[in-house]
Every structure is written in structure tokens, then in C-alpha cells.
């Protein structure tokens, strides 16, 4: 899997429920149909863990926050979060799209950090 991966949800073509899309049906209906959604809004804090021991591709990193998030429709999602400081589940966090590590190889891989939304 590339490091493009654009962060989507899908929307089930029978029956409209909005999930994350790693799901290869729907939760409700068991539809196998999605629509894909590019993901918006904010989303709250629901809880988080700090990494101390990080895997090997973030080894510039000693330590760094990883939280489930939910976003305004219910949409639940699980991301590194770009800070580990004053972290609250609760709080108002919003994705934005940057590099997270350089992979093994030395490639940049980018994907989705949910920063707090101050
Ligand atoms: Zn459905």
C-alpha cells in the first residue's frame, strides 16, 4: 500500500450508512456497493495512547501520540495525532494531510495527523 492513500470514507449505495473504508461491507446492510466521500469537517478526541517505542520507520521520533477520532457524522477513525502535549479525549481535532516518516528505503510517506484545532 502507497503512501498516497487519500483519507475517505464510503457511503453504502443501498442503504446511505457513512463508514470508514476499510470495511468490505456495510455495517448495517452487508452491501458490498460504496460510494466513495473525501473526508471533512472536525472530529473529537475519543482516546489516545503515547507510542514509546515507535515502529522502526519512525525512528526520528522517540515517542509520539496515536488517537481514535469521530467525526460530526460518526464516522471513527485511528491516526497519529501531531502533538503529545495538553491531549484531551473530547477535543476538537481536524485532519491535515503531511509526512509523517521516511519509510526503511528512505522514501517520505505522507498520510493523515489529526491536529488539535485551536
Ligand atoms: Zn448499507
Redesign the pocket.
Known sequence: MEGEEKYQWVK?K????LQYKSHLR?L????SKFERINASGTCKLLTFTILKAPPAEFRNNPSYALGVVEFENGVKALGQISTQDNLKTGMELKPIYTKICDNLDGKEIYNYVFEPNL
Open positions: 453504502c443501498n442503504c446511505g450508512y456495510c448495517k446492510c452487508k452491501n
